[in-house]
């Protein structure tokens, strides 16, 4: 629930109070102190400073020294009352308010239209989403938050007003001036959300101001170039354009900006604007709606107030109608002698004046300018532009996503095994974010085209391509918002859409207006992202495929199916998002500078030329970031696409989740003996194995068997076993040039059962630990026994595929070119070449590429998938792989004297080694030989993935292991997490303290 805020206005000096909290001596404490303040303040001014008061002047941080020489003299000579700051950036202004602020004699009042945020106005700032953005959000808790971090930010620079919020009721879809400046056409949506924007302003510290009175929302001129005019009746205004502004009213506003509006039913004479009207200013916002608080002006240098009186007279005249603060004055002397002669000639009197000077100087005490100090431009950005300012902005464009139409619920996408996917932006270059973070769940095709320059030949040729898809998916960007315009859609796009959608499954996304989906009232599937921008591009894709919810509702009519209120609500499929670390209650700061501090060192000390580090907390990812280059020589950097050989993962990654998917079907026994089946078996030293012992490496198998140097003679390898061509007969491809005869693989699996045993003393029950790659020879046979097929086709048909793991694969050279791999080692001894997109490991090499304990490639991103799905008990993308119970028997410790589960590798109940000792005793994951790394903690709900390739150019460079690189990026994760529960004053119960 939102707190509401008593602010009292209390005359005759019209103090204003925020203390609904406080006790009541409290308050008469702090009015003795404003009206202490504002007598000493008002009786030190003559009659000419106390007028310039009413002013609020137009000030720049990126004009020249001409202007601030301007602005200074008005400080100096007119004693003008505040500034509005417009375009600029944040250190200017800040150092510019400090001199301002220095030699005014009365502080400064100063404001700033930040309707969407200070990036409204200044370069290296946020800018939030635009109101109508907004209008789609369900719960007005987020609009409060956004208003509070605003009112953060506005007085870290030194702001004390915001001109905001706008509750004009944009019932006028051609509105050229409100638009989505508006929170849409529902005056009860309107008010709650402009209440809710005031609140999160005004409890922090900042005045709000509503805009603008009385309701600009159905005018079809813009005041700025020319004076609008209503026609409706009062009746019509008190129940539409006036009912926000009166439920601002009701709660706690603290000011108000008139319009430049002609409103003959309040005031017939002819061509007047309401900001010079009397029965508007005083006689409807005073008397009739009781408005007690600081009354605005719009610009005065507005063309629909401006072109019908000269500078200086308007001011006068905007005073007379009862306004108290005349912002963007023309000309400031001039106004000054204008309102003298007014006093002079009983047009208003010097006590209403003086009243209004008053009122002003209250407002200020409100502010803190009665204990002013400097502001420090140290850390200014940083402190702008926090980790929290961010994730508020990304929360708030999330929450208004709005799947418009939804037909058979094809949003979000469910089956990605058996369904094409194509991707158009229309309006964006390639490997724009929109795109990017599509392939983050499945291979989709991409396309783009430019927005009004394609030529009639590449539409029918694209279409022609897109017709092959199942499911299209089509984003507009580079819109507008000028209606004369079509929202910057042209007709050729709109008939390229409207084709497409009788040939595939076709989704459109709208980056831009709402009121453009009138042209898609035939789209069976469409999503509203409101703006353009990286989050919007990011978080629509992500809505597409399942990993966030929609939950927006259009905020106007665009259209006879698109009414206000329209929303589909769509599901979480629990795959993963893309997000901030604080999303997941981690710190960014501390998590990117320690993880790139120890990743950069590592790199140049040649620990590895490059890696990929992937964080994933409470189903999001939060870090996933590419380091390096492919090799030391090379200038090809690591992107988030490289794929890297992943060595023993594969263990877990392959053969793993086929045995969890036999035991579960009760086709594998994991307490018999591997010879059940595999016969092959019985006879040999390995007859008694039992399946259980082989997963947690406790066997007695040896833990590595150089196959290769079987087939060497002594001037090489034998010709027997390769050849340097590929045929029937040598259809095993080791590397690139060099082939194994078909037989290989029967060799290598006879010579595995051959292999000697490790010693066990007589009265030891059973062998000691011993990590074995032998073990998983035997799984993957054991696997394909059972299943009658390849193991690399099981998992792809029944994991990699349904997961939307494209690069999640065996032998990627089939797939991919070799410069989406980074290289591993220069082989010196077997194959001698260097090894890129061939498995590194020799025995895994000689079956073709695909092994039980090695053979598996994939990027962060795709690994992390599959580590979310097991982290997840095995449900992910709205579907079931695995039974809830299975993952967990398998990720268990069962023997006191091995950490070992079954299959998986545990951390040491004694820490030390590759695991961090903050990671919980539950968690569960596996290394690679080549410099990898997938951990799971699911009492943090956490994912870790570390790629590289450390065994470029030597395998003999054992840096990795030697500085503990997994191990320490590992901490500084789990630290992260602490650093963040300590900074938001939260609990740390389900992590061990820091060291």
Not at 128 to 154: H, K, S
Not at 251 to 256: G, H, P
Not at 279 to 302: I, Q, R, S, W
Not at 966 to 979: A, L, P
Request: one cysteine or more; proline letters at 4%.
């Amino acid at each position: 629930m939102l707190k509401k805020v008593l602010v009292l206005f209390l005359l005759p000096s019209i103090i204003f109070l925020s203390i609904a909290s406080e006790k009541e001596p409290a308050k008469y404490a702090y009015k003795a102190n404003q009206s202490r303040w504002v007598d000493s303040v008002f009786n030190a001014l003559d009659a000419d400073e106390r007028i310039g008061q009413l002013f609020m002047v137009a000030a720049y941080s990126n004009q020249n020294e001409k202007h601030q020489k301007e602005i200074e003299s008005l400080i100096r000579n007119q004693s003008i009352g505040g500034l509005i700051f417009f375009q600029g950036g944040p250190v200017r202004q800040a150092n510019l308010t400090n001199k301002y602020q220095s030699i005014s004699k009365v502080p400064l009042l100063i404001g700033m239209d930040a309707e969407w945020g200070l990036g409204m106005r200044l370069d290296s700032t946020i800018s939030y989403p635009r109101q109508m953005t907004l209008g789609a959000i369900a719960d007005n808790d987020n609009i409060y938050r956004m208003g509070e971090e605003i009112a953060r930010q506005c007085k870290r620079l030194g702001v004390h007003i915001n001109f905001a919020p706008v509750v004009d009721i944009n019932s006028n879809q051609n509105n050229p001036v409100i638009g989505v400046r508006s929170f849409g056409e529902d005056k009860e949506n309107v008010a709650a959300k402009g209440i809710a924007y005031m609140q999160g302003l005004q409890h922090n510290g900042i005045m709000a101001n509503a805009k603008h009175f009385p309701g600009h929302g159905d005018t079809d001129t813009d005041s700025h170039v020319a004076l609008p005019v209503i026609n409706h009746s009062r009746k019509r205004m008190s129940e539409t354009e006036l009912y926000p502004f009166k439920k601002l009213f009701a709660d706690s506003l603290m000011s108000v900006m008139v319009a430049h509006m002609y409103v003959p039913a309040y005031d017939e004479t002819k061509n007047r604007a309401t900001t010079l009207s009397k029965p508007v200013v005083t006689d409807l916002l005073k008397k009739e709606l009781g408005f007690k608080g600081l009354v605005f002006t719009d610009a005065l240098n507005m063309k629909g107030v401006s072109q019908s009186h000269k500078a200086g007279e308007v001011d006068m005249l905007a005073l007379l109608a009862g306004n108290d603060v005349l912002l963007f004055s023309e000309d400031v002397p001039e106004a000054i002698k204008q309102i003298k002669k007014a006093i002079r000639g009983k047009k208003i009197t010097q006590a209403e004046v003086d009243a209004k000077v008053k009122k002003i100087l209250s407002g200020k005490y409100w502010a803190g300018l009665h204990t002013i100090d400097p502001i420090e431009t140290a850390h200014l950005h940083a402190d702008l532009n926090n980790p929290q300012a961010r994730l508020v902005n990304r929360n708030l464009y999330q929450q208004a996503l709005t799947v418009v139409r939804n037909e058979r619920n094809l949003i979000p996408y469910r089956m990605l095994d058996t369904t094409s996917f194509a991707s158009v932006s229309i309006g964006l270059s390639a490997d724009n974010e929109f795109q990017q973070t599509l392939s983050k769940y499945t291979f989709v095709q991409q396309y783009t085209l430019p927005a009004d320059k394609a030529t009639d030949a590449e539409y029918e040729i694209l279409l022609e391509k897109l017709s092959n898809f199942k499911v299209v998916m089509v984003s507009i960007h580079k819109m507008n918002n000028a209606a004369s315009k079509s929202y910057g859609i042209s007709q050729q796009t709109r008939t390229f859409i409207e084709r497409l959608r009788t040939k595939t499954q076709m989704s459109l996304v709208v980056f831009g207006n709402p009121y453009s989906l009138k042209y898609f009232d035939r789209i069976n599937h469409l999503v509203c992202a409101y703006e353009d921008n990286e989050l919007t591009q990011s978080l629509a894709a992500q809505v597409l495929f399942g990993a966030i919810e929609a939950k927006g509702k259009l905020p106007v009519t665009a259209g006879e199916p698109y009414v206000s209120g329209t929303g589909v609500v769509t599901e979480s499929l629990r795959r993963l998002g893309y997000t901030a670390p604080e999303d997941a209650g981690m710190s960014s700061t501390f998590l990117e500078s320690g993880i790139d501090s120890i990743v950069n060192a590592s790199i140049k000390d040649f620990v590895m030329p490059g890696c990929q580090v992937l964080v994933a907390k409470n189903g999001k990812v939060v870090f996933n970031k590419s380091y390096g280059h492919l090799s030391y020589d090379s200038l090809e950097p690591v992107l988030p696409t490289t794929m890297y050989d992943i060595a023993s993962v594969t263990k877990v990654a392959a053969t793993l989740q086929a045995v969890m998917f036999l035991h579960e079907r009760q086709l594998l026994d994991v307490n018999q003996k591997a010879s059940f089946y595999l016969p092959e078996l019985k006879g040999s030293n390995k007859e008694n194995m039992l399946i259980r012992d082989i997963l947690m490496h406790q066997a007695g198998l040896i833990a590595y068997l150089a196959h290769w140097e079987k087939t060497k003679t002594r001037t090489g390898l034998s010709s027997t076993f390769y050849s340097q061509i590929q045929n029937n007969l040598y259809p095993l491809e080791i590397a690139p040039g060099m082939y194994g005869m078909a037989a290989l693989e029967d060799s290598l699996w006879k010579w595995t059962i051959q292999s000697r045993l490790l010693y066990k003393p007589k009265k030891q029950a059973q062998h000691r630990f011993e990590y074995s790659d032998l073990g998983f020879y035997m799984m993957q046979k054991v696997a394909e026994r059972l299943l009658n097929q390849p193991i690399e086709d099981f998992l792809s048909q029944n994991f990699y595929q349904p997961l939307g793991l494209h690069t999640l694969t065996f032998n990627p050279l089939c797939k991919f070119t070799e410069s989406c791999i980074a290289p591993t080692e220069k082989d010196k001894i077997f194959r001698g070449q260097l090894i890129r997109g061939s498995v590194h490991d020799q025995g895994a090499a000689m079956m073709g590429g695909v092994a039980g304990h090695a053979g598996l490639f994939s990027n962060a991103n795709d690994l992390a998938i599959l580590m979310q799905m097991n982290l997840q008990k095995g449900d992910y993308g709205g579907r079931r792989y695995f039974l809830e119970p299975t993952i967990p028997v398998f990720t268990k410790s069962y023997n006191k004297g091995n950490r070992r589960g079954l299959g998986w590798d545990r951390p040491r109940p004694e820490g030390g080694g590759q695991v961090s000792d903050l990671a919980s005793r539950n968690s569960f994951g596996h290394s690679g030989f080549t410099g990898t790394f997938a951990w799971v903690d699911p009492e943090e709900e956490l994912v870790y993935i570390f790629l590289s390739n450390r065994v470029y150019p030597t395998a003999h460079n054992e840096k990795l292991m030697k500085y503990n690189v997994r191990r320490n990026v590992q901490d500084v994760i789990y630290k992260s997490i602490i650093n963040y529960q300590t900074l938001n004053h939260t609990s740390v119960t389900s992590i061990k303290k820091s060291e």
